[in-house]
């Protein structure tokens, strides 16, 4: 059964770089896609990118210019950063196991079968 | 705005069957995922596929697709059903994932 556990500081002045690492315990490492999600206080997830095995990434057009994450496969973890923070990127930040599941004939299918525990995020001057 | 819409709020009678509706035209290329949200908890996973249920997942719970609208129907729905329920895919090139605006079920 994999987990994934998240830290990172919750805390941030405006300007700062917000920096959460999440790892992958019980699960293999490849053949996933390692993601980030985001929940501002009383809204809905908004999906921030995701990494794989490769290091090759794909982020939100929206947040494209301050996103970057990475992995670190000798210890099964990925990281998020996030620069130049001001108080619309407050918010509860999750790390999820994205997988796709193609089958013959039909249409694919990705989903997201395992999460962290979430981390929340404020950022205040 | 979310590429894929979601009514706000939906209720349900104890024990009722009540159906979630996701429309989106990235649905007609991809199947939806559906995940429960409880207050202060992280997503769970529900349905993905065409019907397909994670272990651990009552099997009231089922998914459904045609078209551009998936669905996700709770048949017997119990207290503990009451949650923010979200819908998932990705974009039509792939690349991108996109989430539902989310249904909040209240169960009567």
């Known amino acids: 059964q994999v987990q994934l556990q998240q830290w990172g500081a919750g805390l941030l002045k405006p300007s700062e770089t917000l920096s959460l690492t999440c790892a992958v315990y019980g699960g293999s490492f490849s053949g996933y896609y390692w993601t980030w999600i985001r929940q501002p206080p009383g809204k809905g997830l908004q999906w921030i990118g995701e990494v794989i095995q490769t290091g090759k990434a794909t982020y939100n057009a929206s947040l494209r210019s301050r996103v970057n994450m990475l992995v670190d496969t000798s210890r099964n973890q990925f990281s998020l950063k996030l620069d130049s923070v001001t108080a619309a990127d407050t918010a509860l930040y999750y790390c999820a196991r994205g997988y796709w599941m193609v089958g013959p004939r039909d249409r694919p299918q990705y989903f997201f079968d395992s999460w962290g525990q979430g981390t929340l995020v404020t950022v205040s001057s | 705005s979310s590429e894929l819409t979601q009514d706000p709020a939906v209720s349900v009678a104890l024990g009722q069957t009540v159906r979630i509706t996701c429309q989106g035209d990235?649905?007609?290329?991809?199947?939806a995922s559906w995940y429960q949200q409880k207050p202060g908890q992280a997503p769970l996973l529900v349905s993905h596929?065409?019907?397909n249920r994670p272990s651990g997942i009552p099997d009231r719970f089922s998914g459904s697709s045609s078209g551009n609208t998936a669905s996700l129907t709770i048949t017997g729905a119990q207290a503990e059903d009451e949650a923010d329920y979200y819908c998932?895919?990705?974009?039509?090139?792939?690349?991108?994932?996109?989430f539902g605006g989310g249904t909040k079920l209240t169960v009567l």
């Open positions: 596929g065409k019907n």
């Open positions: 990235h649905l007609r290329t991809y199947y």
């Open positions: 998932h895919s990705r974009d039509s090139s792939g690349h991108h994932v996109v």
